[in-house]
């Protein structure tokens, strides 16, 4: 069974990883330092900053504890290290004959006060264009154009297997397709398809604007690592901010970016984030999962088609899960029937993944849950509890309703365990790949090493009564045999 | 001076382990070493191979669960 070793990146890991200067870069660009600010920083954070933002002085570090009541200690601690993992705040080192002082970082200061107070000619939340609005675009076709792109996306990643759609012939650019490979999200199997990867159904399973997030980390960090394309992931984060800072259905002027950021466009165009006119390339508009990219940051599950739907469509207010609101479409029987109100294509492509699906209707797809169709979910690296969750996030409310009735769990019981049955079923073997020690000169010395084994932590399985045990590394072991040699 | 011999430790209840036996017996081209009940060293390439043949075998023993009534 292969299983990616490619965790689902997020954007505050990746900032984290980031290098101080990298950052004094980024907040060069006041949209940049204003994104950071909006998106990245819990409330009390805020605070600190908005309080500090026109202090004329460092202020003492001492002072902030005035600010916060004693028992939040544990906030305030919090927020305080994560201004200074994304390099906004400055603390200077502990030291006997000054008391430690804290102020914000210069470059993010001054963005920060020119995004809140206008003025000086930045530009940095985009020039709009002078040229007159092809009529035909507006608000609706921007949002059902970035649908279209999304849900190309999305389909790749699920269309290869089970069920087939037909985004095959017209689904996403080679580019976004290779990225998408390179990302470990879908696997090349042998036989020339692909296969979704347990990476790519944690991808499935995010909210749209994380999985943008996702596709749009894993492209910066193709670009870092392929210099000859001209691109610096510094110039593309803050290019991503100024986008995410941009007025929805409103067109913005090509000709006013630099070079590098309009070699970015056409990629940007085909993540649907960005629609130029065919007959107007000097112009472009950004979509709602570009303006959206620094508003709300929530992490929970939410359907995928209600995802895409939720950040192309629905106001922007939210910031909050909107998991409560949605409406469920999946019905699950204790007799492993699985029956979908849903018409997504992209939704039935998902089920298909771990479903023997056996009849279609116009708004409804029934099937059932196997233990091939288990199986073989497993083999392409979904776990059960993916499986699981994917159904209790999606449950039909009618589910809800009579869980709460009889007070029982949501999901069947006997199909939940099952499920995970069926995934031990598959696991008979435990595999550990490493070294066998054997044919010591005698017992002293097989005792000798395979106690150093264990105290370095790498022995896995020992046996005293036949002189050997297995140790998952062996440098270290033969270092400390050519030493015990030498010593003799 | 003891001998380290690479290879892959494989955990399985006894059950399995007469099979992995089994199959190794047709060509003695999997396993190292037997360890005790549970546990034998196979050869590292091999793991895919013997995987797909355990599979195998268990499949015979396991009736198509597909008969059930749709």
């Known amino acids: ?488 | 001076m003891p001998r380290a011999i690479r290879g892959v430790l494989v955990e399985c209840d006894p059950a399995i382990k007469s099979i992995i036996v089994n199959i190794d017996s047709d060509n003695h081209d999997y396993i190292i070493e037997e360890l005790d009940e549970e546990r034998v060293v196979i050869k590292e390439n091999m793991v895919a191979a013997l995987k797909a043949k355990l599979e195998e075998r268990l499949a015979e023993n396991h009736p198509d669960d597909e008969s059930g009534s749709e």
Not at chain 1, 243 to 266: H, I, V
């Open chain 1, 1 to 488: 069974m292969s299983v990616s070793t490619a965790p689902s990146l997020q954007l505050t890991d990746y900032l984290e990883k980031l290098p101080g200067t990298t950052f004094r870069k980024l907040y060069q660009q006041p949209s940049t330092a204003f994104a950071i600010f909006r998106r990245m920083l819990p409330q009390l954070a805020k605070t600190f900053v908005m309080r500090m933002l026109f202090m004329p002085k460092p202020m003492l570090l001492h002072d902030l504890e005035l600010w916060v009541r004693p028992d939040a200690k544990r906030q305030k601690d919090q927020a305080l290290s994560i201004l200074q993992a994304f390099h906004i705040v400055h603390i200077t080192a502990p030291s006997r004959d000054r008391p430690q002082e804290m102020q914000l970082s210069p470059n993010f200061k001054t963005s920060m006060r020119l995004a809140l107070t206008g003025g000086g000619t930045h530009q940095s939340f985009g020039v709009p264009s002078n040229l007159t609005v092809p009529t035909e675009i507006d608000i609706n076709f921007l949002d059902r154009y970035a649908k279209k792109k999304w849900e190309d996306i999305l389909h790749f990643v699920v269309s290869s297997v089970g069920y087939k759609s037909s985004a095959e012939a017209n689904g996403p650019n080679k580019s976004v397709k290779e990225l998408i490979i390179s990302g470990r999200l879908v696997d090349r199997r042998p036989g020339g398809g692909i296969g979704i990867t347990q990476a790519g159904f944690t991808f499935l399973l995010q909210e749209a604007n994380a999985q943008v997030w996702t596709l749009l980390l894993l492209w910066l960090e193709a670009m870092d690592n392929n210099r000859e394309a001209g691109l610096e992931a510094v110039d593309m984060l803050s290019f991503l901010f100024v986008l995410a800072s941009m007025e929805l259905g409103r067109a913005y002027d090509t000709n006013a970016l630099t070079e590098q950021r309009r070699n970015m466009l056409p990629s940007l165009v085909d993540f649907g984030l960005v629609h130029v006119p065919h007959h107007k390339r000097s112009m472009f508009f950004p979509t709602r999962l570009a303006t959206t990219l620094t508003s709300g940051s929530s992490s929970s599950l939410r359907s995928i088609s209600e995802g895409v739907t939720a950040a192309t469509t629905a106001v922007q207010t939210s910031g909050g899960p909107l998991g409560s609101t949605e409406k469920g479409s999946v019905v699950v029987e204790t007799n492993y029937r699985v029956y979908a109100y849903t018409h997504s294509t992209l939704q039935i492509a998902v089920l298909a993944l771990f479903c023997k699906l056996t009849s279609r209707f116009p708004d409804m797809v029934a099937g059932r849950l196997t233990r091939a169709s288990i199986r073989q979910a497993i083999n392409f690296g979904i776990t059960a509890d993916q499986i699981i969750a994917y159904l209790a996030a999606h449950a039909h409310e009618q589910m809800h309703r009579t869980a709460l009735q009889t007070a029982k769990p949501v999901l069947p019981p006997t199909v939940v365990d099952q499920i995970r049955l069926w995934q031990l079923e598959n696991e008979r073997m435990k595999t550990t790949v490493g070294f066998l020690f054997k044919e010591f000169e005698d017992h002293k010395e097989y005792l000798a090493i395979a106690g150093f084994a264990e105290e370095i932590g790498v022995l896995v399985w020992r046996s005293d009564k036949t002189g050997m045990f297995f140790a998952s590394k062996h440098e270290q072991i033969r270092d400390y045999l050519r030493i015990r040699k030498k010593a003799e």
